[in-house]
């Protein structure tokens, strides 16, 4: 909600309903478990409760959003029924279902911990872009799925050959999740700020799944009219 650049964004109207009831609404076209809004202001969860989602509330000074989850994550499951979660941010009310599916391949492997997904950069601009994250992993032929050896704010790696774009959607193991934010914050994770590098740092597993394009993210006035134009169908 404090958003600077969009005051107010989670509840932001797309066509009569908040932007964070849209988002909800992909997560549960993507059908892959039962979805919950973890929101840090109970205008939020009252917003998602009136169109019938379930949202807990959770003290907004926590250190993270991946501690949000965590916390969210254990009033809903306190019996850990749930082994995987997936973390999706508010503000990607264009996201296409299959996505979210997407970030669950590479879980078919149990030595993975986390699941994300990445997309190829498209030009030497993006590739400049600090906010474009970029993670190093290689695709064998015909693979979809990769170990994320790094993750970083500069064009890495060096050379020749495609450089990834990282989608910061992710799919945690239980397990993996109650570990991760039981750490401190990495020295790797400080300086480039990036929280996965506290993950890798502490030997935990990453893979990365390729998808064609990244969901289109809410953060300007501007984006919530391109917003409004792509969901009038």
Known sequence: MGSTRLPGKPLALIHGQPMVVH??????????????????????????????????LVADDVPSGTDRIK???DQLDPDGRHDVVVNLQGDFPTLAPELLRAVLRPLADPGIDIGSLVTPI???????????VKCVCAFGPGQD?????????????????????????????????????????????LREKLEQLR????????????????????????????????LKA
Do not use: C, K
């Open 145 to 189: 799925v990769a170990p994320a050896l790094y993750f970083s704010r500069a064009a890495i790696p060096w050379g020749e050959g495609p450089l990834w774009h990282h989608i910061g959607v992710y799919a945690y193991r239980r397990a993996a999740l109650n570990r991760f934010v039981a750490l401190p914050a990495s020295q790797l994770e």
């Open 199 to 230: 993950a890798l740092e502490d030997g935990m597993r990453i893979a990365v799944a390729a998808v064609p394009h990244g969901p289109f993210g809410v953060d300007t006035p501007e984006d919530l009219f391109r917003a409004r134009e792509i």
């Open 71 to 73: 916390i969210a994550l």
């Open 23 to 56: 988002v909800m609404r992909r997560a549960i076209e993507a059908a892959i478990g039962p979805v919950a809004v973890a929101a840090g202001e109970p205008a939020i969860v009252d917003a998602v409760r009136e169109a019938g989602g379930t949202a807990v």
């Open 122 to 132: 498209a030009n030497a601009e993006e590739a400049a872009t600090e906010s474009f």
